[in-house]
T-cell receptor, first 111, second 114 residues
């Protein structure tokens, strides 16, 4: 996707924390999202953060937003094998129709 | 509620053949999108629609056409398929003017062009 970058792969051991990173370039982004894609399925929304927030926590998920560096991260605590999937960050730009997706990070959780 | 339904789930085409992918949503959403997903490239927007009877080009529109004759349906057409169009195609929808609402995705259509 244009202007939104992620590393392609991440491997962690079960029970460890996973941190998936994303950088974006458009400072007008209003909302930033994390989507999860399981094999053979479409994307499902995991969580989102409004651009005036620094952090959002939702059970095992923590989203951190650094607007100055245009950096977004998703931390999954106590990673489980069921968390193995592709994770996409996405941004929506204020006042537009556009959702721009990153390239996706494939998370592999080792038992 | 079925959400977003895509048909077919799989298709194999020969170069030069044509086909139409159908997306149907039962949530009364205004906005509908067609994306393609390729390894290492994420999701790229092909075409989108902001309402019945309107369509517009996204990032990678060449070789595709779309129509939105009914609010609930968004069709993606390939007039003359090429191997470069081998991909997984996703349709998505979301309500108008609610930027904190998630995109609702279908389960995808896997297309192979030989």
């Amino acid at each position: 996707g244009e202007d939104v970058e992620q590393s392609l792969f991440l491997s962690v051991r079960e029970g460890d924390s996973s941190v998936i990173n994303c950088t974006y370039t458009d400072s007008s982004s209003t909302y930033l999202y994390w989507y999860k894609q399981e094999p053979g399925a479409g994307l499902q929304l995991l969580t989102y953060i409004f651009s005036n927030m620094d952090m959002k926590q939702d059970q095992r998920l923590t989203v951190l937003l650094n607007k100055k560096d245009k950096h977004l991260s998703l931390r999954i605590a106590d990673t489980q094998t069921g968390d193995s999937a592709i994770y996409f960050c996405a941004e929506s730009r204020g006042g537009t129709y556009k959702y721009i997706f990153g390239t996706g990070t494939r998370l592999k959780v080792l038992a | 509620n079925a959400g977003v339904t895509q048909t077919p789930k799989f298709r194999v085409l020969k170069t030069g053949q044509s086909m139409t992918l159908l997306c149907a949503q039962d949530m009364n959403h205004e906005y509908m999108y067609w994306y393609r997903q390729d390894p290492g490239m994420g999701l790229r927007l092909i075409h989108y629609s902001v309402g019945e009877g309107t369509t517009a080009k996204g990032e990678v529109p060449d070789g595709y056409n779309v129509s939105r004759l009914k609010k609930q349906n968004f069709l993606l057409g390939l007039e003359s398929a090429a191997p470069s169009q081998t991909s997984v195609y996703f349709c998505a929808s979301y309500p108008r003017r609610t930027f904190n609402s998630p995109l609702h995705f279908g389960n995808g259509t896997r297309l192979t062009v030989t």
